[in-house]
Protein backbone atom coordinates (compact mmCIF):
# COMPACT_ATOMS: atom_id res chain seq x y z
CA UNK A 1 0.00 0.00 0.00
CA UNK A 2 2.80 2.21 0.72
CA UNK A 3 4.38 1.66 -2.59
CA UNK A 4 1.36 2.24 -4.48
CA UNK A 5 0.78 5.32 -2.77
CA UNK A 6 4.44 6.49 -2.93
CA UNK A 7 3.89 5.47 -6.57
CA UNK A 8 1.25 7.50 -7.09
CA UNK A 9 2.23 10.44 -4.91
CA UNK A 10 5.20 11.00 -7.51
CA UNK A 11 3.48 10.21 -10.57
CA UNK A 12 0.58 12.42 -10.29
CA UNK A 13 3.28 14.89 -9.01
CA UNK A 14 5.29 14.62 -12.44
CA UNK A 15 2.52 14.73 -14.97
CA UNK A 16 1.26 18.26 -12.72
CA UNK A 17 4.30 20.06 -11.83
CA UNK A 18 4.87 21.19 -15.66
CA UNK A 19 3.64 24.39 -16.15
CA UNK A 20 0.19 25.03 -18.67
CA UNK A 21 -2.68 26.99 -18.94
CA UNK A 22 -4.29 25.82 -15.74
CA UNK A 23 -1.60 25.81 -13.45
CA UNK A 24 -0.30 29.28 -15.33
CA UNK A 25 -3.87 30.22 -13.79
CA UNK A 26 -3.64 29.45 -10.73
CA UNK A 27 -0.27 31.15 -10.41
CA UNK A 28 -1.70 34.37 -11.48
CA UNK A 29 -4.69 34.11 -9.30
CA UNK A 30 -2.14 33.49 -6.29
CA UNK A 31 0.03 36.30 -7.47
CA UNK A 32 -2.97 38.41 -7.28
CA UNK A 33 -4.70 37.11 -4.32
CA UNK A 34 -7.97 36.98 -5.53
CA UNK A 35 -9.90 33.84 -5.22
CA UNK A 36 -7.33 31.91 -4.17
CA UNK A 37 -9.15 29.21 -2.19
CA UNK A 38 -12.03 28.57 -4.63
CA UNK A 39 -9.47 28.27 -7.77
CA UNK A 40 -7.31 25.59 -5.93
CA UNK A 41 -9.91 23.94 -4.68
CA UNK A 42 -11.65 23.47 -8.19
CA UNK A 43 -8.26 22.43 -9.70
CA UNK A 44 -7.52 19.63 -6.96
CA UNK A 45 -11.33 18.28 -6.59
CA UNK A 46 -11.64 18.09 -10.62
CA UNK A 47 -8.36 16.02 -10.50
CA UNK A 48 -9.49 13.58 -7.83
CA UNK A 49 -12.43 12.87 -9.46
CA UNK A 50 -10.84 12.02 -12.73
CA UNK A 51 -8.03 10.10 -10.94
CA UNK A 52 -10.58 7.73 -8.99
CA UNK A 53 -12.60 7.78 -12.72
CA UNK A 54 -9.54 6.30 -14.27
CA UNK A 55 -7.86 4.37 -11.38
CA UNK A 56 -11.23 2.37 -10.98
CA UNK A 57 -13.12 2.40 -14.33
CA UNK A 58 -9.70 0.71 -15.48
CA UNK A 59 -10.22 -2.40 -13.36
CA UNK A 60 -14.04 -2.47 -14.78
CA UNK A 61 -13.03 -2.14 -18.39
CA UNK A 62 -10.21 -4.46 -18.29
CA UNK A 63 -12.33 -7.21 -17.14
CA UNK A 64 -14.86 -6.56 -20.48
CA UNK A 65 -11.80 -5.87 -22.52
CA UNK A 66 -8.47 -7.70 -21.41
CA UNK A 67 -6.58 -6.20 -24.30
CA UNK A 68 -7.35 -2.68 -23.33
CA UNK A 69 -5.10 -2.14 -20.13
CA UNK A 70 -1.88 -3.49 -22.48
CA UNK A 71 -2.79 -1.18 -24.85
CA UNK A 72 -2.91 1.81 -22.42
CA UNK A 73 0.25 0.79 -20.72
CA UNK A 74 2.52 0.37 -23.78
CA UNK A 75 0.61 3.61 -25.08
CA UNK A 76 1.05 5.02 -21.69
CA UNK A 77 4.78 4.20 -21.82
CA UNK A 78 5.26 5.50 -25.33
CA UNK A 79 3.77 8.78 -24.18
CA UNK A 80 5.66 9.43 -21.43
CA UNK A 81 8.57 8.71 -23.63
CA UNK A 82 8.07 11.84 -25.59
CA UNK A 83 6.92 13.66 -22.87
CA UNK A 84 10.40 13.73 -21.20
CA UNK A 85 12.26 13.66 -24.23
CA UNK A 86 9.79 17.05 -25.01
CA UNK A 87 10.86 18.20 -21.25
CA UNK A 88 14.70 17.06 -21.76
CA UNK A 89 14.54 19.28 -24.81
CA UNK A 90 13.63 22.38 -23.05
CA UNK A 91 15.88 21.56 -20.04
CA UNK A 92 18.87 21.68 -23.14
CA UNK A 93 17.48 24.12 -24.93
CA UNK A 94 16.60 26.49 -22.14
CA UNK A 95 14.90 30.26 -22.51
CA UNK A 96 11.53 29.71 -20.60
CA UNK A 97 10.41 32.19 -17.92
CA UNK A 98 7.86 32.64 -16.18
CA UNK A 99 6.00 36.18 -17.35
CA UNK A 100 4.17 37.20 -13.79
CA UNK A 101 3.53 41.13 -14.74
CA UNK A 102 0.66 42.24 -12.17
CA UNK A 103 -2.41 43.85 -14.13
CA UNK A 104 -4.15 45.63 -11.33
CA UNK A 105 -7.42 46.42 -13.12
CA UNK A 106 -8.11 43.11 -14.52
CA UNK A 107 -7.41 41.68 -10.89
CA UNK A 108 -9.61 44.39 -9.37
CA UNK A 109 -12.42 43.96 -11.72
CA UNK A 110 -12.44 40.01 -11.28
CA UNK A 111 -15.30 37.94 -10.31
CA UNK A 112 -15.40 35.32 -8.08
CA UNK A 113 -17.89 33.07 -10.53
CA UNK A 114 -15.45 34.71 -13.84
CA UNK A 115 -12.29 33.05 -12.08
CA UNK A 116 -14.51 29.66 -11.00
CA UNK A 117 -15.88 29.80 -15.01
CA UNK A 118 -12.32 30.21 -16.60
CA UNK A 119 -10.69 27.60 -14.35
CA UNK A 120 -13.92 25.20 -14.82
CA UNK A 121 -13.16 25.22 -18.23
CA UNK A 122 -9.12 25.21 -18.42
CA UNK A 123 -9.27 22.21 -16.43
CA UNK A 124 -12.78 20.23 -18.14
CA UNK A 125 -11.67 21.26 -21.70
CA UNK A 126 -8.45 20.39 -22.25
CA UNK A 127 -7.49 16.91 -23.45
CA UNK A 128 -4.17 16.74 -21.88
CA UNK A 129 -5.98 16.39 -18.63
CA UNK A 130 -7.74 13.53 -19.58
CA UNK A 131 -4.62 11.80 -21.33
CA UNK A 132 -2.81 12.20 -17.99
CA UNK A 133 -5.50 11.11 -14.86
CA UNK A 134 -7.88 9.12 -16.98
CA UNK A 135 -5.57 7.01 -19.13
CA UNK A 136 -2.55 7.30 -17.84
CA UNK A 137 -2.74 6.75 -14.33
CA UNK A 138 -5.16 4.31 -14.73
CA UNK A 139 -2.34 2.54 -16.96
CA UNK A 140 -0.08 2.88 -14.27
CA UNK A 141 -2.82 1.83 -11.23
CA UNK A 142 -2.97 -1.17 -12.91
CA UNK A 143 -0.06 -2.51 -11.84
CA UNK A 144 -0.85 -2.17 -8.09
CA UNK A 145 -4.30 -4.79 -8.63
CA UNK A 146 -4.35 -4.91 -4.28
CA UNK A 147 -3.73 -1.40 -3.95
CA UNK A 148 -5.06 0.75 -6.34
CA UNK A 149 -6.67 2.86 -3.49
CA UNK A 150 -3.02 3.88 -2.32
CA UNK A 151 -2.12 4.39 -5.37
CA UNK A 152 -5.50 6.92 -6.21
CA UNK A 153 -4.70 8.80 -2.48
CA UNK A 154 -1.25 9.28 -3.39
CA UNK A 155 -2.36 10.82 -6.85
CA UNK A 156 -4.97 12.34 -5.25
CA UNK A 157 -2.66 13.98 -2.48
CA UNK A 158 0.01 15.40 -4.94
CA UNK A 159 -2.51 16.78 -6.48
CA UNK A 160 -3.90 18.93 -3.48
CA UNK A 161 -0.58 19.51 -2.09
CA UNK A 162 1.00 20.82 -5.31
CA UNK A 163 -2.18 23.02 -6.05
CA UNK A 164 -2.31 24.64 -2.61
CA UNK A 165 1.53 25.37 -2.88
CA UNK A 166 1.35 26.99 -6.48
CA UNK A 167 -1.61 29.37 -5.08
CA UNK A 168 -0.45 30.11 -1.60
CA UNK A 169 3.12 30.10 -2.63
CA UNK A 170 2.50 31.92 -5.73
CA UNK A 171 4.55 35.33 -4.73
CA UNK A 172 7.49 33.11 -3.19
CA UNK A 173 7.83 31.73 -6.83
CA UNK A 174 8.02 34.44 -8.75
CA UNK A 175 11.42 35.71 -8.38
CA UNK A 176 12.47 32.01 -8.62
CA UNK A 177 10.43 31.23 -11.99
CA UNK A 178 11.23 34.45 -13.44
CA UNK A 179 14.63 33.06 -13.97
CA UNK A 180 15.42 30.76 -17.10
CA UNK A 181 18.10 28.41 -15.53
CA UNK A 182 15.01 27.32 -12.46
CA UNK A 183 13.10 26.13 -15.45
CA UNK A 184 15.77 24.30 -17.46
CA UNK A 185 16.30 21.94 -13.94
CA UNK A 186 12.43 21.79 -13.79
CA UNK A 187 12.38 20.29 -16.87
CA UNK A 188 15.30 17.87 -16.37
CA UNK A 189 13.52 16.89 -13.46
CA UNK A 190 10.13 15.96 -14.46
CA UNK A 191 11.99 13.97 -17.63
CA UNK A 192 13.98 11.78 -15.77
CA UNK A 193 10.34 10.97 -13.52
CA UNK A 194 8.43 10.21 -16.92
CA UNK A 195 11.36 7.87 -18.39
CA UNK A 196 11.67 6.28 -15.24
CA UNK A 197 7.62 5.73 -15.02
CA UNK A 198 7.84 4.75 -18.71
CA UNK A 199 10.23 2.13 -18.02
CA UNK A 200 8.87 0.80 -15.21
CA UNK A 201 5.73 0.74 -17.47
CA UNK A 202 7.85 -1.28 -20.35
CA UNK A 203 8.90 -3.69 -17.69
CA UNK A 204 5.86 -4.79 -16.45
CA UNK A 205 4.68 -6.24 -19.53
Same mark, same amino acid.
Given at each position: MINAALTGFLTGLSLIVA?????AFVLRQGLWRRHVLAVV??? !????????SVGVYASAQISQRIPALLPLMRWGGAAFLTVYGAKAAWAAYKGGEHLD? !??NDAARDSQSLRAALLTCLALTWLNPHVYLDTVVLLGAISA????ARA?? !???????SFLFFFALGYGAR???PLF !????????????????????ALSLVLAG
Open positions: IGAQNLAC !AFSDALLIA !ARRFAEGF !ALGAVTALLQ !ARPRAWQLLDALIALVMWKI
